[in-house]
């Protein structure tokens, strides 16, 4: 339930036959004070069950809003395991094809997005449970969501946005492209865009948005560069992205904190 009443009761009942009853706005003191029924609490980001006047307090060492809806929690798991395992040495079978034939993982072929897209969505479909996933979501927005993560029974969704950073050589090995910080601001622009879009076409389901960076970057190369130092090739590896004032949308209700990963190069 996605409500913005300040107060909101949802009775149950034992007999699973009989409709739970909503209320909205009441003073809902007595029914915590109940002796015969089990209350739970949810109160700015606080959690707790009251029975028999008793006040069990939830504990909730993750980073989300509820122990009991993790969704967020294991798909912010899910992409930094990724990370590490996958994308910063390319151990992944589909992600590695961004190379080509560049052993030495300097330059990404030519529009590597495709598989990108298909690395991440066969890692995600491995590690989550119960969710429905798909690559070139069309929301109607300027262009597909990547990734659409949506977890049936839970109502809520993720729009994973995917961008590359660094260099790319085209099939006659001429460089292609130049992607930096500027790429990452764009994408950043584009997750709202889909947040906006999200909550306008279905307010009633959470929807967050994610923006992955894929980052190849290397420092010091040009057209004919086949080698590089580790001096050059880790350059990039701890830079932060400098996103532009008005592209830090950190404080947009369900903007997840950008994803950068660094896909490190063979050194010599």
Excluded at 31 to 53: D, H, M, Q, R
Excluded at 131 to 137: A, F, H, L, N, S
Excluded at 220 to 248: C, L, P, Q, R, Y
């Amino acid at each position: 339930m996605n409500d913005k009443s300040d107060k909101i009761v949802i009775q149950f009942f034992q007999n699973q036959a009989i409709t739970p009853v909503v209320w909205r706005n009441i003073d809902f003191n007595p029914i915590l004070a109940s002796t015969n029924s089990v209350s739970y609490l949810y109160n700015n980001f606080g959690e707790c069950f009251y029975t028999n006047n008793q006040k069990i307090v939830v504990a909730n060492p993750f980073d989300c809003a509820s122990i009991f809806a993790l969704q967020y929690h294991l798909l912010t798991e899910a992409l930094l395991r990724y990370k590490d395992e996958k994308i910063r040495n390319s151990s992944c079978a589909l992600f590695k094809k961004c190379w080509g034939t560049d052993r030495n993982r300097i330059f990404f072929i030519n529009g590597p997005e495709e598989q990108m897209q298909e690395s991440l969505e066969q890692n995600l479909k491995s590690s989550l449970k119960k969710v429905d996933i798909v690559r070139e979501y069309n929301l109607g927005a300027s262009k597909p969501v990547d990734i659409h993560v949506y977890w049936r029974g839970a109502n809520r969704a993720a729009m994973i946005e995917i961008k590359w950073l660094g260099r790319s050589k085209n099939s006659k090995g001429k460089l292609s492209a130049l992607y930096s910080d500027k790429r990452a601001n764009e994408g950043a622009v584009q997750i709202k865009e889909y947040l906006d879009k999200a909550n306008s076409d279905t307010p009633t389901r959470i929807t967050k948005g994610v923006l992955v960076l894929i980052d190849g970057q290397r420092n010091g190369v040009s057209k004919g560069t086949t080698t590089i130092s580790t001096a050059n090739g880790m350059f990039h590896s701890n830079k932060e992205i400098v996103f532009d004032a008005d592209k830090k949308f950190a404080t947009i209700k369900n903007y997840m904190k950008p994803i950068r990963m660094f896909a490190e190069p063979i050194c010599f």
